[in-house]
């Protein structure tokens, strides 16, 4: 395993993914939707944050039962969002700025208005009858069909995971909500039918893709009932037996070798419920040929009851951050596999919110903190829009009507469902969507102080509202603010990112060792090659600490921080006084 040489670099590892909410980005035309146009107009503000990369969520045809999950058509842009030429448009915009567009793939499922799943449904005898997955029902006593199994649908955990089908007397599949049928992998056509979208795309000028809950295609055939976790509930959760099935490495390497090693190509997989080490390596080893890296979710379950459902609240402090982070920055450099980095995307609340303090005396600090933390671990950053400025949630003052998301919509109603009208047990439901819905991630972009936060003309209805705070939390103000401030959280994030960048042998491909773990509160870690080396200190709480500098850890001198944008003044040895929430950045001595 080479750490410190240059044979194990690739374009992928050290690049800058930022993600895009197409819905929430920028609205070119008044209709109150994000779109393409809006999107490539930004190129120049994604470039200068220092930018590699742009992976949008979905903008294919759909009918939005899942804001655009849920594909009908992939090869077509769905019109809300613009044309297939718009879209040529925006990856030509990027190549001449010398970026590239990572695509959303979502083949786990499609839209239940997907031709093939409108053939499939028509009888049972179709031709592409076993594309998706059909089961007989159960009966129960009275002789009414009942589900295959006990499996819960995902989003919301409302009903079961699978759908009736009248016509044709059985039920399919579909785990995230009616709207979206599972494909059957086993059939050969289907994996055929994927390997031609992967192509139509690359050709097309796509550099990769993110490949959405890629580890559940592969099911135990066998449909086993779910054990029960959650006695109250109807449904279970089920992903013991969909989820990294018999089948997920076979599928992905066929993949790799029919498609994407034919391409040079960036490819993450998203894969929640997976925590299993050596399942992990299988597809993220250097060796491995599936995937180049992989999204997993330890950090962003971090305040789920374990083993449950998401929508539910978990306490958690500094050392589950740090015993998180740390086990996947040593795994990757002991078994040379390769990390994806991020705090926030489009299915979780404000990271600012949830691992910080949002409030207006600690936001932007918090905000730095996880810039400075993201920016100095190894494996390739991925940045959400608006994750850039400190984005935080939405207040709690908002009513659950202002919630949009599918996920939210099914919760809610399930709570009323099951609580009726029980105050407390409702308040507490209301109090987990406060927390955790994804609504949160999903409001405008502020760009602006401006009516609507320039997200869309002040005349114009966004789809979903403005989060209060853009008059003071806005692209424009923190792009303005002048050098001699302080910086502001994009300013940070820009220096952030340029740093890494300049030093990216010792921050992407450096190794990794955590430091002086005597202080509960502070996450403490070193990077280094044989040539430099670095220490990040963060303080993780919002009550002040006092961090003895270990006597290996020989402190040059400390170059950044979220306190200052000069270069913080701090004792070099002994023990340094943190205030809360505070990070520092030490270059050591080699
Ligand atoms: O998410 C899959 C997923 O399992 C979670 O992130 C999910 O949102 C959460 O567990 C719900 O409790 C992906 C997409 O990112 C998400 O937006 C889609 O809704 C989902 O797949 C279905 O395509």
């Known amino acids: 395993m080479a750490l410190t040489g240059t044979d194990n670099h690739r374009w992928w590892k050290e690049s800058v993914i930022y993600q895009i909410y197409p819905a929430s980005f920028l609205d070119s035309n008044g209709d109150g939707w994000g779109d393409i146009p809006g999107i490539t107009s930004k190129l120049d503000y994604i470039k ?14 759909s009918p939005q039962a899942d804001m655009g999950y849920d594909i009908a058509d992939y090869k077509d842009m769905d019109p809300m969002y613009g044309t297939l030429a718009d879209m040529d448009k925006l990856i030509a915009e990027l190549k001449k700025r010398d970026m590239k567009m990572m695509m959303d793939l ?3 499922h499609t839209s239940d208005q997907h031709a093939w799943f409108l053939e499939s449904r028509s009888s049972l005898d179709n031709p592409k009858r076993d594309w998706y997955i059909w089961k007989k029902p159960r009966l129960d006593a009275d002789g009414k069909p ?31 909500t009616a709207e979206q049928p599972d494909l059957n992998w086993e059939n050969p056509e289907v994996r055929e039918a994927v390997h031609d979208v992967l192509r139509f795309w690359l050709d097309r000028g796509a550099s990769g893709f993110r490949m959405d809950v890629i580890n559940l295609i592969s099911k135990h055939q066998d449909f086993p009932d779910a054990d029960i976790i959650e006695p109250d509930h109807q449904y279970q959760p089920g992903y013991k037996y969909y989820a990294n099935g018999p089948r997920l490495h076979e599928f992905l390497r066929d993949m ?64 589950d951050i740090k015993r998180c982070i740390t086990r996947y920055q040593r795994l990757m450099i002991d078994r040379d596999g390769w990390n994806s980095l991020f705090c926030e995307n489009h299915d979780n609340p404000r990271s600012v919110s949830r691992y910080c ?36 949630n939405v207040p709690p003052s908002w009513d659950p009507e202002e919630y949009k998301d599918i996920e939210a919509i099914n919760f809610w109603d399930k709570s009323k469902a099951m609580y009726g009208s029980d105050e407390k047990k409702l308040a507490e439901a209301k109090h987990v969507l406060q927390r955790k819905a994804r609504d949160h991630a999903r409001t405008p972009v502020q760009w602006s102080a401006e009516k609507n936060a320039g997200f869309c003309p002040p005349e114009a209805k966004p789809w979903m509202r403005v989060n209060d705070d853009y008059q003071t939390v806005n692209a424009e103000a923190q792009l303005k603010q002048s050098d001699s401030d302080e910086l502001s959280v994009h300013q940070f994030w820009k220096r952030g990112l340029a740093n890494r960048k300049k030093h990216k042998d010792v921050f992407v491909y450096g190794d990794f060792a955590p430091v002086g773990e005597d202080q509960e509160q502070v996450f403490a870690y070193k990077r280094w090659t044989d040539s430099e080396a670095w220490v990040v200190v963060l303080n993780f709480s919002g009550k002040e600490a006092e961090w003895e500098i270990p006597g290996d850890v020989k402190v ?21 006084k943190l205030m809360p929430w505070e990070g520092l950045l030490g270059q050591l001595k080699v």
């Open 48 to 61: 200068d944050l220092g930018v590699d990369i742009v992976w949008c969520s979905p903008m294919y045809k």
């Open 106 to 108: 979502v083949v786990n």
């Open 146 to 176: 009942q589900p295959p199994n006990n499996w819960a649908m995902i989003l919301g955990e409302k009903n079961s995971g699978w759908t009736w089908d009248e016509k044709t007397g059985e039920y399919y599949l579909a785990l995230f």
């Open 256 to 319: 790799n070798r029919e498609v994407l090693s034919k391409y040079d190509t960036i490819t993450v997989g998203e894969m929640p419920f997976v925590r299993d080490e050596d399942e992990i390596m299988k597809v993220v080893g250097a060796e491995a040929g599936e995937l180049n890296m992989i999204f997993v979710f330890e950090l962003v379950d971090i305040d789920n009851k374990p083993g449950g459902f998401r929508l539910t609240l978990h306490p958690f402090d500094a050392s």
């Open 357 to 392: 303090d949002d409030s207006d005396e600690y936001r932007e600090l918090g905000a730095k903190l996880l810039c400075l933390m993201q920016t100095t671990l190894s494996g390739t950053l991925y940045v959400y829009q608006g994750e850039e400025l400190g984005m935080r």
């Open 556 to 576: 040059e001198g400390w170059m950044a921080g979220n306190y200052t944008a000069g270069k913080p003044e701090k004792g070099t040895s002994g023990k340094v």
